[in-house]
């Protein structure tokens, strides 16, 4: 009974950690590099960006949804971010690859 | 009921998601992830966390955990302690509760089997694209998952019969001004007797990816149905208003054509999953040694049940029936199998299609929408038979 307490205290400790993730792909070298990471980054990390396929059009809608819902973006950058999205993850490129998670290593 | 072992197996299962940080990787790179119990993963994002289960891994009727895929909006709890966590039910009941994860432990359990499935999955294939997670095949799978009817909760609340929907939320952790995840289903469906607020899953204790200590179960339906970290039930006299509601999770009321624009008030709640069937294996782009092959796959339909799968190996101009699986249950998806010989070496196109028992068949391109929901085009893979 004294042990199963001492493992439920160390369990209720551990969930109390906050949960850290390891991070994706980095986004395209550039002048909005930086900006777009610290916009963006509250939220999610690049890996969700660099595989979407948009037009600018629906570029400027999810640009313009993520400032209505906090990210943080100077309005003299928004027609950059537009830009710089267009420009890198347009509707005609390639499909982006997703990495697999590790699978356990053998002993 | 859950006894304390199963509690302390439940618990450890949610700390074995904390993984280790780890550097950013170049631009494009792909070095694979570590994320404890969740190998072999496609990786949609890793915050918030989206994983979808490679098709290959679609061969059992019921989904290891480990392989199960993972939807999250937003962040996922960062404290999360089974004794503190409560379960509250107010709105237009006559007798508000606050529920603890041992008081819903002693009611009745109840099991359900379902196939849970993002309403996005298949996304990445709609053209023009559309933006969201790019989910592609995966973001399926079966589980068995057991704890009280969501009824049984209802009633003892004493739920008034002014309560027209039930409201769901869960612990997510919000960031900046996003809309919190917060849904509602009609009374009809949480009067159910297969909806469940749902503790365990395959025979444990939720993990923290699938929403310990408590989700909701709403099966045949959308995932985002079923909220994950549950901590508030609030019934309602309408539907809850919330982006996640509209304009979130809307399907046009009628065929748009691909890229057209739909006003919000000419769509409906995405509710119950389309009909679908998923070739599991031989997988795309694999290469055959043998001409002699088993084509395998599963195929659901929500609400209803498969009535027969089809296969072509001619480019949809013959179809020739799927023998389906033994095992079946009511929101179970159906395992089925085609013996097939290729007639000779060379590239081949298999294709799969359902039909279930209220007349429904996957349709043979896209059906389009603006945000890429229930997409149930007939399967497709291209193999390489082998001289």
Not at chain 1, 76 to 100: H, K, M, Q, T, W
Not at chain 2, 19 to 44: F, N, T
Not at chain 2, 213 to 228: D, E, H, N, T
Not at chain 2, 278 to 292: D, E, Q
Request: charged share 20%; net charge positive.
């Amino acid at each position: 009974m004294c042990r199963l307490n001492v493992s439920l205290a160390i369990i209720l400790w551990l969930t109390c950690v906050p949960v850290l993730l390891p991070q994706s792909v980095d986004l395209p070298p550039g002048p909005l590099q930086a900006k777009m990471k610290t916009a963006c980054s509250e939220c999610h990390e690049s890996g969700i960006i660099v595989q979407q396929r948009l037009g600018r059009a629906a570029w400027t809608k999810e640009v313009d949804k993520m400032i209505k819902w906090g990210a943080v973006v100077d309005p003299g950058d928004r027609n950059a971010f537009i830009e710089y999205l267009s420009e890198n993850f347009p509707a005609d490129r390639e499909p982006y690859v997703a990495p697999r998670t590790a699978r356990p290593k053998k002993k | 009921m859950i006894s304390r072992r199963e509690f302390v197996t439940g618990a450890s299962a949610a700390i074995g998601v904390v993984g280790v940080a780890r550097p950013l990787l170049s631009w494009g790179a792909a070095e694979a992830p570590a994320i404890p119990g969740k190998h072999g993963m496609i990786v949609r994002s890793l915050r918030f966390l989206d994983l979808e289960m490679p098709i290959e891994y679609g061969n059992s009727l019921i989904t290891p955990v480990e392989h199960f895929f993972v939807r999250n909006h937003m962040h996922e709890p960062s404290t999360l302690d089974p004794g503190e966590w409560r379960l509250s039910v107010a709105g237009e009941v006559k007798t508000p509760l606050t529920l603890t994860l041992a008081g819903l432990a002693k009611m009745e359990q109840h099991t359900v089997i379902d196939t849970l499935e993002c309403a996005g999955n298949g996304r990445a294939f709609a053209v023009p694209h559309v933006p969201g997670v790019q989910w592609e095949k995966g973001a399926v799978g079966t589980a068995r998952f057991s704890g009280p009817r969501l009824r049984d909760v209802l009633e003892r609340a004493e739920a008034r019969p002014t309560g027209k929907h039930v409201m769901f939320r869960g612990l997510d952790e919000v960031p900046g001004k996003v809309p919190a995840f917060i849904r509602s289903i009609p009374i009809e469906k949480a009067s159910d007797g297969d909806t469940l607020v749902a503790l365990r899953m395959n025979g444990a204790a939720l993990t923290r990816h699938h929403g310990f200590p408590a989700r909701a179960l709403v099966p045949g339906w959308i995932g985002a149905a079923s909220c994950k970290w549950l901590t508030e039930i609030k019934v309602l006299d309408k539907e809850f208003d919330g982006n996640f509601m509209s304009p979130g999770y809307r399907m046009p009321n009628l065929p748009v054509k691909p890229g057209e624009a739909v006003r919000v008030e000419d769509t409906h709640p995405a509710t119950a999953l389309n009909v679908k069937s998923l070739i599991t294996s031989p997988g795309n782009g694999a290469s055959v040694k043998s001409r002699a092959m088993l084509v395998r796959g599963v195929a659901w339909a929500g609400e209803a049940d498969i009535a027969k799968v089809e296969v072509s190996t001619d480019s949809g101009a013959t179809w020739q029936p799927a023998q389906l699986g033994k095992e079946q249950s009511h929101y179970a998806w159906r395992l089925w199998s085609y013996p097939w010989n290729a007639p000779k070496p060379g590239a081949h196109t298999i294709m799969s299609r359902a039909t279930d028992t209220q007349g429904r068949i996957q349709p043979d391109l896209v059906e389009w929408n603006p945000s890429g929901y229930l997409i149930n085009v007939v399967d497709r893979v291209q193999i390489h038979v082998q001289a």
